[in-house]
């Protein structure tokens, strides 16, 4: 069974960074795409971020809005995925999902499986 | 960016209802979009992918059509378990979604 759980959401202030962690089971993670993607609390989705596996050079990209501010990172030895937030605005909060694309030989799957989230709340 | 228009952004449906929800494109997404449901407190899920294939295991009450910018979705028979929230996705460029529509009952 495909498992992803995200920590490391909670209170920050304007300016300050944080680090989320997505920790992933029950699939070849080394050869996986994975993404970060974020509801706000209006409801909205935004993708945020992909990073592909070793065989792709571990190529990443980026929502244009928060190019250098986020970070997505992987640890293949971890089968985890990472996601660096700097400068947080108050814009930012909202609940963090990580998300993996599947593709099965014949078909691919966007955003196919997803963690539970965790939540960012920017405030001071 | 690609811009996806979702409507409408909430419906009200009784059950046995068949239901349409529209995406509009700001460019060709040569049918690259998908569809996905959320229920409250949970993550969103995928249930149709690559304009109108299903995912496994969804029911065929549910269907999805469309080419070049426009796209719907629908459920035909509207089930209580179908209340939720849907959102649509291109996926051909850096990945957008709509806006979300929000399907209650009457």
């Known amino acids: 069974e495909v498992q992803l759980v995200e920590t490391g959401g909670g209170l920050v202030q304007p300016g300050n960074s944080l680090k989320l962690s997505c920790a992933t089971s029950?699939?070849?993670?080394?050869?996986?795409?994975m993404n970060w993607i974020r509801q706000t609390p209006g409801k909205r989705l935004e993708w945020l971020a992909q990073?592909?596996?070793?065989?792709?050079?571990?190529?990443?990209s980026y929502l244009e809005s928060v190019k250098g501010r986020f970070t997505i990172s992987r640890d293949d030895s971890k089968s985890s995925v990472y996601l660096q937030m700097n400068n947080l605005k108050e814009e930012d909060t909202a609940i963090y999902y990580c998300?993996?694309?599947?593709?099965?030989?014949?078909?691919?799957?966007?955003?196919?499986?997803w963690g539970q989230g965790t939540l960012v709340t920017v405030s001071s | 960016d690609i811009q996806m228009t979702q409507s409408p952004p909430s419906l009200s449906a009784s059950l046995g209802d068949k239901v349409t929800i529209t995406c509009q494109a700001s460019?060709?997404?040569?049918?690259?979009i998908a569809w996905y449901q959320q229920k409250p407190g949970k993550a969103p899920g995928l249930l149709i992918h690559?304009?109108?294939t299903l995912v496994s295991g969804i029911p065929s009450r549910f269907s999805g059509s469309g080419s070049g910018r426009d796209y719907s979705f629908s459920i035909s028979n509207v089930e209580s378990e179908d209340i939720a929230s849907y959102y649509c996705?291109?996926?051909?460029?850096?990945?957008?979604f709509g806006a979300g529509t929000k399907l209650e009952l009457k």
């Open positions: 029950g699939f070849t993670f080394s050869t996986a795409w």
């Open positions: 460019q060709n997404i040569n049918k690259y």
């Open positions: 990073i592909e596996d070793k065989s792709n050079n571990y190529f990443i």
């Open positions: 998300t993996l694309n599947y593709y099965d030989g014949t078909y691919y799957y966007p955003f196919a499986y």
């Open positions: 996705l291109q996926y051909d460029n850096s990945p957008t």
């Open positions: 690559y304009t109108s």
